[in-house]
């Protein structure tokens, strides 16, 4: 299997601007995850899915950021408009049993 | 959430064994205890995991206190390789939350 596969690796937008980023998960996986990792917060979950379900999106930041995930090999999240405070890695993970693998992360810029 | 305790940042010499200390004084009767690293520009991976018994695997050992109000993650030899950002966390029996700490810092010098 290729991993946890997210796509882009990097995003530049301006203020604004919708931007979406795309994961997908470890085939067989019933669980993914979005995390956003800044310096000052850290590494922080956002909301995670069970069997395509939304489970928790506490984490979410605010309204301007919603995620689906249409069926078990596709998620997406997204945030419009974009904002500078929303610049951070964002990434995705999956887990089918007891360990979660993560992806290499989308490195999101707004300008 | 339990809350675990790491110091900030440490530093191993190449080739020799590294211990992670870990306190997590809260911790309840079901909750493991996982260790993920992260490497520089990559995401997280896991380490190892465990609840009342030392465990090892290839890439560690998890020493657990009697008492379970801490743990040690053990790097047998450091190699240039495992400096990364440690987590220590506490995962409850049927929960699905990974929740991330500051972690350890670990530096490996040649």
């Known amino acids: 299997d290729a991993g946890v596969i997210q796509s882009p690796r990097h995003e530049v937008t301006e203020m604004g601007q919708e931007v979406t980023l795309r994961c997908k998960p470890i085939?067989?996986?019933?669980?993914l995850f979005w995390y956003r990792q800044t310096m000052m917060r850290g590494l922080e979950l956002l909301i995670y899915?069970?069997?395509?379900?939304?489970?928790?999106d506490s984490g979410m930041p605010e309204d301007r950021f919603s995620a689906k995930m249409p069926n078990a090999s596709f998620s997406t999240l997204k945030i419009q408009p974009s904002e500078p405070r929303d610049s951070a890695v964002y990434f995705c993970?999956?887990?089918?049993?007891?360990?979660?693998?993560f992806g290499p992360g989308t490195r999101l810029t707004v300008t | 959430d339990a809350k675990t305790t790491q110091p900030n940042s440490m530093e191993s010499n190449e080739e020799e064994p590294v211990h992670l200390p870990c306190n997590h004084s809260?911790?309840?009767?079901?909750?493991?205890i996982h260790w993920y690293r992260q490497l520089p520009s990559q995401g997280p991976e896991y380490v190892i995991h465990?609840?009342?018994s030392n465990v090892n695997n290839r890439m560690a050992s998890l020493a657990i206190a009697e008492d379970r109000k801490s743990s040690t993650l053990i790097l047998h030899r450091a190699t240039l390789r495992d400096a990364a950002v440690y987590y220590c966390?506490?995962?409850?029996?049927?929960?699905?939350?990974?929740?991330f700490g500051a972690g350890t810092i670990l530096r490996v010098k040649s």
């Open positions: 993970a999956s887990k089918g049993g007891y360990e979660q693998y």
């Open positions: 085939s067989g996986h019933d669980y």
């Open positions: 899915f069970n069997n395509n379900v939304p489970i928790d």
């Open positions: 809260t911790i309840s009767g079901t909750d493991y």
């Open positions: 465990g609840l009342t």
């Open positions: 966390i506490l995962w409850e029996e049927y929960g699905n939350k990974l929740v």
